[in-house]
């Protein structure tokens, strides 16, 4: 009926066939449908050049920004962790997600159950490569569990029965986890860790890391900045380690072993791979050279850096001796300019890092700018709850839940054992850290006190009449971590709490007397004693100061010829 009705119109209107009309149809469809076969044809061949490259499943392709590609071999990894708080760990962690990102086989493991004995000569006779992340403890000492591995190390190194190269087939690198305020044992056990490798004759796949959690002087600008950019190292190291099955190929796509700076990749705006060897080579600094080595070699070299005050015992240069000298020579120029351009900023460095603020709002803390904290201490919330307080209520009758617990200070002088804030914090002997006013501080703690009061609302058992005082904090006690007395403006702070009725109540560690003798009057002034004799005061405070002792004493002087209410505070810990 459409169609008769369609002809008779058609045909009567321009006087053409249908069959003509249907014909035209059929030749459009064709050729449309033609040219959508051709379009995925031309996909195919292009996935065809791709599938053709020379790829195992060993290999795992890596796209560059500008589309160039480059095969890396997939590795098999054992990264391994010596701690005693967990930062080791995390980084450990942290490396393995990124090589199983890019492709590789990796596995964490704890070196408190790892047997090298049996194990690592077949590590390297495997292909394995091994990664360590180990800290330093007290004098030197490896952390807890990791003595045997460590043992081990030392004595295949020195025994003369085991052959020197007993790890030859092995490819290491070890990431060591320390604080340079130890300047005697400063990352003792991740240098050691290294050399020994090196004298059994495991091959580094980059020098020795070394993370420094002191912050001011730290290399980086602390742990997590210098574990950055020694990873950072070792995935460009990693490349480059050349064995009999690494797959090397050109990666201008100009088929030359050099580039002439015309090929793709420069047309592109990317780079050759000759700028990318340049630009490798600038992490060296990374690793350690000492500040003693450097100085050596400056001596070596006369004024003019020429060498030519370099002489040995029949007069002659040795070139290899000169070679060496100005590479470490560079190494301590680039430090120098480092150095010297972090001062001309004059911007000292913040206390807390952004994996320590992480772990300690983990552990509940609210962060204040950049050295501050509070948090809830379990006896105000007790007593929100109509429940008892702590001993300050039976004491001197204040009510735990109008009292905010806080510190303007995270870091202290200290390594207590017995410290709760699991050894993560800070640790200085005198303020070297960026500083936020009093003002700052002040507020910032009665905010985030006040919002921490504020999640107990509709809490079962919390009564409204307490809820509503916890608002309106009448007491601080200045005890919460850290040594609250290290902060520069500690005293125009307490000036602050007072001017607003709050009273305070700050206790200190005693390692600094004379912050105490500057300290203005506080509600109620305490010092910690946590021992009565000097060798058990290092035992258990473990503190940075070499003159721990006579600061020590010295606290308690100045504490006597203070006029005001002074408190003893025992700490007493369970052997
Ligand atoms: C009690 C104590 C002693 C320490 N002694 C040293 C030391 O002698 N040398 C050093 O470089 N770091 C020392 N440190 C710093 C630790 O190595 C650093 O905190 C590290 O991040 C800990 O890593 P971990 O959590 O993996 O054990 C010490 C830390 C503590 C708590
Ligand atoms: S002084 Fe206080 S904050 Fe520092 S380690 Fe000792 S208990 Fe912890």
Redesign the pocket.
């Known amino acids: 009926m459409l169609e008769k009705l369609l002809s008779s119109y058609i045909f009567e209107s321009f006087q053409i066939p249908v069959w003509t009309l249907l014909l035209a149809t059929i030749c459009l469809i064709w050729m449309w449908n033609s040219g959508r076969k051709n379009e995925n044809s031309s996909e195919k061949v292009e996935d065809q050049k791709s599938t053709e490259l020379p790829i195992t499943n060993e290999n795992v392709i890596e796209l560059h920004a500008n589309s160039r590609q480059k095969i890396t071999k997939k590795r098999k990894i054992k990264i391994f962790?010596g701690?005693?708080?967990?930062?080791?760990?995390m980084l450990a962690d942290n490396l393995c997600r990124e090589a199983t990102e890019r492709g590789h086989e990796a596995e964490v493991l704890d070196l408190k159950t790892y047997d090298p004995e049996d194990n690592l000569v077949t590590e390297g006779e495997n292909g394995v490569w091994v990664v360590l992340f180990i800290?330093?403890?007290?004098?030197?000492t490896p952390?807890e569990g990791s003595e045997w591995f460590c043992k081990w190390l030392e004595e295949s190194s020195t025994d003369f029965r085991i052959p020197k190269a007993l790890l030859k087939e092995l490819h290491y690198a070890v990431f060591g986890?320390?604080?340079?305020l130890?300047t005697e044992?400063?990352?003792?056990v991740g240098k050691k860790v290294d050399r020994f490798f090196r004298e059994l004759s495991a091959k580094p796949i980059l020098p020795v890391g070394l993370?420094d959690?002191n912050v001011a002087e730290s290399l980086k600008g602390g742990?997590e900045k210098d574990f950055t950019a020694w990873k950072k190292e070792f995935w460009k190291k990693s490349k480059k380690v050349k064995d009999n099955d690494t797959v090397v190929t050109d990666t201008c796509g100009t088929g030359k072993k050099t580039c002439d700076g015309k090929c793709k990749c420069k047309e592109d705006g990317g780079k050759c791979s000759s700028e990318e060897e340049e630009e490798e080579e600038e992490g060296e600094d990374l690793y350690e050279t000492t500040t003693e080595e450097e100085d050596n070699a400056e001596e070596l070299l006369n004024e003019d850096g020429d060498g030519s005050s370099l002489q040995t015992t029949n007069g002659v240069v040795d070139l290899e001796d000169l070679g060496k000298v100005m590479q470490t020579m560079k190494k301590a120029k680039v430090r120098r300019k480092k150095e010297e351009s972090a001062q001309s900023t004059g911007e000292p460095r913040e206390m807390v890092t952004p994996m320590l603020k992480k772990a300690l709002e983990k552990q509940g803390y609210r962060l204040i700018g950049s050295h501050s904290g509070v948090k809830l201490c379990r006896w105000t919330k007790s007593m929100l709850r109509g429940r008892g307080g702590c001993y300050k209520h039976a004491f001197y009758g204040i009510e735990s839940h109008r009292c905010m617990e806080t510190t303007p200070s995270l870091a202290c002088a200290n390594?207590c054992v017995f410290c709760w804030r699991h050894?993560t914090n800070p640790v200085g002997t005198e303020w070297r850290w960026k500083m936020d006013d009093a003002n700052t501080v002040f507020q910032g703690a009665l905010d985030n006190h006040v919002g921490l009061i504020k999640q107990f609302k509709g809490v079962p058992g919390v009564k409204a009449e307490r809820f509503a005082e916890g608002l309106e904090p009448q007491h601080c006690a200045l005890s919460l971590v850290g040594e609250p007395i290290m902060y520069p403006e500690i005293n125009k702070f307490i000036e602050l709490l007072h001017g607003k009725g709050i009273s305070s109540f700050l206790v200190t560690n005693a390692q600094f007397p004379d912050a105490i003798s500057n300290l203005v009057p506080v509600t109620q002034l305490y010092v910690s004693i946590d021992a009565s004799t000097k060798e058990s005061l290092r035992k258990i405070d473990?503190p940075l100061f070499k003159d721990f002792w006579e600061r020590f004493i010295d606290s308690l002087k100045a504490l006597s010829a203070k006029r005001q209410r002074t408190v003893y505070r025992l700490t007493l810990v369970k052997a």
Do not use: C, I, V
């Open positions: 962790f701690t005693q708080t967990g930062n080791a760990k800290s330093t403890y007290t004098d030197g952390p986890l320390g604080n340079s130890y044992n400063y990352n003792a993370g959690e742990m390594k050894h473990r």
